[in-house]
């Protein structure tokens, strides 16, 4: 692995969802991190684009470790998030369908009173510009473009206390999912890391979810899912290099990328990021001879 490749991660939570975007990347190989944590490498066909794929398991607070772990280990320039959800708009968006989350919400922080009850204090993640802009141009018509609402629970009842909780304080949210606040929270603290939730919808976040899971609902909106991840990578391009590690000057006199150096009558500015012109300002110091 070259550190000078353009590099995507794509993470997943189910062996379903690992499945179907591991179908897009031919002849990808193991590795496995020193921790034990592994992904699959592999090139992206006709793109410019190397993809490691890990499968972190299901909640928020696993996916948030391990997304770290994988970041500062591999270094990408973009994160994805791909996988199945729930449908919270069930009028408007179908098994099947594909929402890119344009922000992400965690939907369980607020604050118990015996005056008001639950007062919500909600956290909200905003998605990559650059990918969502990629996903608007090459998906266009084809998936929602909304938020997702992220909570470490099964909703399979819309009658429940959370669906309504969802329905009052997170109207927007399109679907529901367990994973996505953890991935985005650690693409947050990495700083210009691109980070994208796609997720195909494999339920209703009713009780017929079991009915749909047991009719191969998660294996289809997985595939959903994977396919617009790569849709929107043929579409995105690498926006930044990465900057080579230092190496020795050809000149055996500067060593290493040396920080400038004073000389006597001179600032030495070899090997650093100065490039241009400086002025310097001269000042006489004047020392008294005793002897």
């Known amino acids: 692995m070259s550190e000078t490749e353009p590099t995507v991660v794509i993470l997943t939570a189910l062996p379903s969802e690992y499945d179907a975007v591991r179908a897009h990347i031919p002849d990808a190989e193991e590795r496995v991190h020193d921790e034990g944590t592994y992904v699959e ?46 449908s919270l708009k069930k009028k408007d968006i179908k098994l099947g369908d594909v929402v890119v989350g344009t922000k992400v919400y965690g939907i369980h922080g607020g604050k118990y009173t015996s005056d008001n ?68 929270h650690a693409a947050h603290l990495s700083s210009g890391l691109d980070a994208l939730v796609i997720r195909g919808i494999s339920d209703y976040a009713d009780a017929g979810k079991s009915r749909a899971d047991a009719k191969g609902s998660q294996p289809r909106a997985a595939d959903a899912a994977a396919a617009a991840a790569v849709a929107i990578l043929r579409k995105h391009r690498p926006t930044r290099g990465r900057a080579p590690a230092p190496t020795a000057s050809d000149d055996p006199q500067e060593g290493p990328l040396p920080p400038a150096t004073y000389a006597g009558d001179h600032l030495d500015f070899r090997g650093t990021t100065i490039t241009g012109p400086f002025t310097a300002k001269s000042v006489n110091h004047r020392r008294d001879d005793t002897d």
């Open 117 to 184: 009850g639950f007062e919500v204090r909600p956290e909200a993640w905003h998605s990559s510009h650059r990918l969502e802009q990629a996903a608007r141009f090459a998906l266009r018509g084809k998936v929602h473009l909304k938020p997702i609402a992220v909570g470490d629970v099964v909703l399979a009842d819309a009658k429940s206390d959370i669906a309504e909780h969802l329905r009052k304080h997170y109207s927007d949210a399109a679907a529901i999912e367990m994973e996505g606040s953890g991935v985005v």
């Open 41 to 86: 490498w592999g090139r992206l066909p006709d793109t410019p684009w190397h993809v490691a794929i890990a499968e972190l398991g299901p909640g928020a607070l696993n996916a948030a470790v391990l997304t770290e772990r994988i970041v500062n280990w591999l270094h990408p320039d973009v994160l994805l998030f791909v996988g199945v959800a729930g």
